[in-house]
């Protein structure tokens, strides 16, 4: 959840540090702090709150040094306070560590620490790694870091400073996003390539278990033993404006705008001679007859995009197909076996839970594929098979485009499963592949549609309920707009199976409640209609999402947003992006944090 980034260099390193921060605030933005090595000496500042108050507080004081570390804190253990953020300095200054992930057997470590004279000054389970640190420390601090981390249980990605190494900073990864950047007379890692982008393309993914030491000149990752790991060398293909709001007055709005062109990158590179054509697959293609459940496991909006999944999978595929959460997975006695594929869905491929989940699938079994949009990531090393969404980077923590990217791909995912297990005739093959190739531009459409959604949403802003209802895909749709309201806005909302109102939920409903109510499904309008005509009359106002083309929608619906005629199939993309700009514009209108919701983050690397 946390961002962590580290610096060694010819530059200042308070002002790498704190720019990149600032590029990984959507990590978590509780605290933040950094360490900087000073001729032989550790000098720290750490705030509460947003990045800009740690920034405050550097331009009272004068650091100067040209190696440290910065972290940027997701509240778990410990109030969001200034003590609790990161860094953490062991007791006699020598060392500093910032962490990002859970040490799950902290308070053993402390009460062992303590009983050997440490003291502890925060509420957090990072602490107890700076003093093992301390504890384990004669003169090597490789030596030091490998004991100390062998003593802890969870997950982390750790970087530490040593005052008697003024040119160098260590870090260690273990079940928490890791990179190193490579650069000329400087180099970096951080936890995301956000925070390097302004600095280095060139980066080296470590893997779990893996250590390094860093200075200006060079790059040693060595494993547990101390043995030297060679390690290549990976070039970013995005550069900085993809990171930067370029004139947006926030990241969420710029990546709902950037949804037609991100959904073009993940749409054309898989389709050849008419034809979806996922790089890698080929494999998986062959063995498909003898799959006979799919189950699909995620967490959040990327469950979502897999429930969307499951209906077109189902449709096109003629198989089961399951839609579980990664959260609860993890947890029950799953029926799977070496016949089934599991599908797992991460925007970031360090979702936690999920990454649980899936390791729990492959001990039963079952071939694993994966659908994420972070090369390198832990899911994506972990996967037999892997589609990028290649969405690029997300910076609001509120995904959009990383979700329709994933929309996308289960669109494309069903056709090409349909098509190997020979379902599919081909003039339906040919007419579905057109539509796939259409939703870029339907998703424009769609946007040009509601271009004057902020004004729309002023008639909206004071309601304090909201209810989501639909069918088949609308409904998977219903639990994404849902979300994206609660989300940003804060504003209480739920999704619910249309058919569903009449067995309980109903009750909610009364003159002060807003539904939406998605009826894009054309098989399914009459019945969605007699839904409306339910709620009205419990006197709720009816927001509808209808087809352009659609004018019979007026005959109940208080008011519409229209989307573009597109695919009954592949409608989920064109549906969501007004609904996104709904959830917007209401939060803009409440005059929410809309990039950094409260109590959210966008990385969720912890239980």
Known sequence: ??????????????????????????????????????????????????????????????????????????????APTDINAHPHLSNSGRFAIVHNGIIENYIELKEELAGKGFNFESETDTEVVVHLLEYYYEGDVRKALMKTVSRLEGSYALGVVCSEFPKSVFAAKLGSPLIIGVGVGENFFASDVTALISKTKNIIYIEDGEFAEITPDEIDVFDCTGKSVKKSVSRVVWDIEAAEKGGYEHFMLKEIMEQPKALKSTIEPNIKDNKIHFEGLEPLGEKIKDINKIIITACGSAYHAGYVGKFVIEELCRISVEVDLASELRYRNPIIDEKTLVVVISQSGETADTIAAMKECKERGATVLSVVNVVGSTIAKLSDYVIYTWAGPEIAVATSKGYTTQLAVMNMLALWLGDHLNKIEETEYNELIEAIRSIPERAQRSLDLNAQMADFVKNYSHYDSVFYIGRN?????????????????????????????????????????????????????????????????????VLAVALENNHKIYEEADNVISIPETHPMFVSVAEIIPLQLFSYYIAKEKGCNIDKPKNLAKSVTVE
């Not at 500042?45 to 108050?53: C, D, L, P, Q, R």
């Not at 740690?54 to 440290?68: F, H, P, S």
């Open 473 to 541: 895909i609308d409904y998977a749709i219903c639990m994404e707009g849902s979300l994206k309201l609660k989300e940003i806005s804060y504003v209480h909302s739920e999704a619910y199976a249309a058919g569903e109102l009449k067995h309980g939920t109903i009750a909610l409903v009364d003159e002060n409640s807003l539904v939406v109510a998605p009826c894009c499904q054309e098989s399914l309008f009459d019945k969605m209609m007699s839904n409306i005509k339910e709620v009205k009359a419990r006197g709720a106002n």
């Open 1 to 78: 959840m946390c961002g962590i980034v580290g610096y060694t260099g010819k530059d200042d390193a308070v002002s790498v540090l704190t720019s990149g921060l600032k590029r990984l605030e959507y990590r978590g933005y509780d605290s933040s702090g950094i360490a900087v090595n000073n001729e032989n000496k550790i000098t720290m500042v750490k705030a509460s709150g947003e990045i800009n108050n740690l920034v405050e507080k550097l331009g009272e004081k004068t650091i100067v040094g040209c190696a440290g570390i910065g972290h940027t804190r997701w509240a778990t253990h410990g």
